[in-house]
């Protein structure tokens, strides 16, 4: 600072205070437009960290920033699926790019394991007011949040949410959900069909037990998706059983679904079912498609199988 000059020091330091009100005065950086998401994937990355914040709230939660636009509640005891939301904003980048690329105004969109709904959120944004997204979710706390993420960026409208587990043919089962402590993505179904046991959806049967009602796919074959998603951790070879008629009303659907040999009952058996009925493709790293041999799925690890006719 000047010294000696009384002027000089009064001027600097009104500079100086100007300044830093500018600091905190200055209009916060705009939203990541969703249509520079689809771009090449390093700016796009780094412009979604730079937005990236997680704020706690109250009933153990945490506001998130994702994908430099929506405001997410997650579960503050995750340490699968909520970290990677609160420090980096994003969640399988692959597979967040390809359905930027892929999704269009006005179509259906089934989100099937929505979790918190960070792909029922992107989702409802690509499609518009004038489309449609059918969220799944069993798991009661995780279905909780997804409503409120959905009202919490103003898409209630255009979003239908059913906490139930999707299963094959029939209706009215009921069956009991796995939830892990500290990884909610990670809830499962365990085989056993407890229909007319007088269990209800989502009444607690111990700390990581619920008991959920499962609903095949097919009681939505009137809506004709246009796209749906299925990553329900093992439960994929049934929910494939339970949509034959959702498939035969829209022959041009298009599917992502989750493959993991370790999680199928048949993996061998289901890829073949798969391949009768589609090309066999799979998402790669850059969120682009490449040919799956089914050997090459039954390796091991998680796949993310594309299949359009």
């Not at 009384?6 to 950086?29: C, D, N, Y």
């Not at 906490?163 to 043919?169: K, Q, R």
């Amino acid at each position: 600072m000047p010294q000696g000059n009384p002027a000089a020091l009064s001027t600097t330091i009104r500079r100086t205070t100007l300044g830093r009100l500018g600091e905190v005065l200055r209009p916060r950086r705009r939203l990541v437009p969703v249509g520079k998401l689809g771009g090449p994937t390093g700016p796009a990355e780094a412009a979604v960290r730079a937005m990236a914040q997680a704020v706690p709230m109250g009933g153990g939660t945490l506001l998130c920033r994702t994908l430099g636009r929506h405001k997410m509640l997650v579960d503050a005891g995750d340490f699968t699926l909520a970290p990677h939301l609160a420090m980096d904003g994003f969640w399988e980048w692959w597979t967040t790019r390809f359905l930027i690329e892929q999704l269009k105004p006005g179509q259906v969109f089934v989100d099937g394991g929505a979790c918190y709904g960070y792909f029922s959120l992107l989702a409802g944004e690509l499609v518009g007011p004038n489309g449609k997204v059918l969220a799944f979710e069993p798991n009661p706390r995780s279905a909780s949040l997804l409503r409120r993420n959905l009202a919490l960026n103003g898409m209630e409208d255009r979003a239908e949410v059913e906490e139930v587990a999707l299963a094959g043919p029939g209706s009215g089962r009921v069956m009991r959900l796995a939830m892990p402590e500290g990884s909610p993505m990670n809830s499962h179904l365990l085989p056993e069909d407890l229909s007319g046991t007088g269990g209800s959806q989502g009444a607690n049967q111990g700390p990581d037990l619920a008991m959920v009602a499962t609903r095949p796919l097919d009681r939505h074959a009137e809506a004709r998706p246009d796209f749906v998603k299925l990553d329900l951790c093992g439960a994929e070879e049934a929910a494939f059983e339970g949509m034959q008629e959702l498939l035969a009303a829209n022959p041009k659907v298009q599917l992502l679904v989750c493959f993991n040999p370790v999680r199928c009952m048949a993996p061998a058996a289901f890829l073949e079912r798969l391949a009768r009925q589609f090309p066999l493709r799979r998402l790669t790293s850059d969120g682009t498609m490449a040919d799956c041999a089914p050997s090459d799925a039954l390796r091991g690890g998680d796949v993310m199988l594309y299949l359009a006719r």
